[in-house]
């Protein structure tokens, strides 16, 4: 691989072991080959390696080469969720929509449950269970169950799962297992990363990862009013992560796109609209920021005041964005009918008397759980 990877990963383990073994470098190619493919769930499956380096491997770092298993699967008429479990027992769910253009897109998640306790979001209402690794993560679009029947697998890779992929420090090299190509070979434009504002992580993220496209959850442009829905405001305030966008967009021409979640009485006033117009006025290079507009989804575990606002009203708001000259759209929404839409995902944590955990990994800017 061309980019230097932490220890944690276990491929790299794999391929560093490979090395010191004085295998030829091929034979992790073929090892790659074999997980990328929906014929291989052992290393005992991969028959184009030796039967001792197979025995070998399995040894040294258990038998299988997945290591997440796949528990349920439910489908509408363009979107499969399916929930993972992994060796740990932690449960996470991955999504995808089929567009009816042809193309399908991938959302994933980055930790099991999350510890930021927004107020509109099913995951927040869990807490937080544990940061999942970059091999569960790289795992969830690896998994051959995408590419079953000989579909090809999905062309994009959103982190708009469970869990806020920030505060995960193994993101990072996450994203450098997907757009490596040594190893998924994914254009980096072609992932996005979500993030509701976790700004150290922000400002690290667009610098080693550049050409990653971010999304930033805006929800208020009140400062006072976004912390209600988004505690980690009060941490790393909104200005502070516009900042570093700024910085981005200016430095790297990168469109960014900000999420505005419209819920119904709350933060969908003509006041809102200014404000959030001005927000983007205000930025240094305006026209590469683009506001998406999500309608609010009724979320299990979120404040059950919330509501969502009409479709009519919701194209009312993206139409004044317009007309104060931002650049807007309106989120096309898929998969509410099983609990796949954004800020649905629990995991089936919600419906179980789960202990909560406290975090399993301090590194860089540790986050304290949330009480929900």
Known sequence: MSTVLTARSRWIRIRDHLIEAGAPAFRFRQLLSAWQSSSAETFADVHSLPAALRADLAERFGPRLHPLTLLDVQ?????EKVLFASETGARIETVVSHYRAGWDSMCVSSQAGCGLGCTFCATGAVGLVRNLSADEIVAQVMHPHWIRDGRPRPASVAFMGMGEALANPHLFDALTLLTDEGFAGMSARRVTVSTVGFAPNLARLVERHPQVTITL????????ERARMIPLEERFP???????????????????YLAYLLIAGVNDSDGHLGALA??????????????????????????????APSSRHVDEFVNGLLHRGVHATRRRQLGTGIDAACGQLHATYLALDSRRVAPVDTELIPITPVSC
């Open 217 to 224: 959850s805006v929800h208020s442009p009140f400062s006072q």
């Open 75 to 79: 489908q509408d008429e363009q979107v």
């Open 238 to 256: 909104l200005a502070q992560n516009l900042d570093i966008l700024d910085r981005h967009a200016a430095v790297n021409r990168r469109k960014t």
């Open 278 to 307: 001005d927000l983007v006025r205000r930025r240094s290079r305006p026209e590469l920021f683009h506001i998406s507009v999500i309608r609010y989804n009724e979320a299990a575990g979120a404040v059950p005041e919330y509501r």
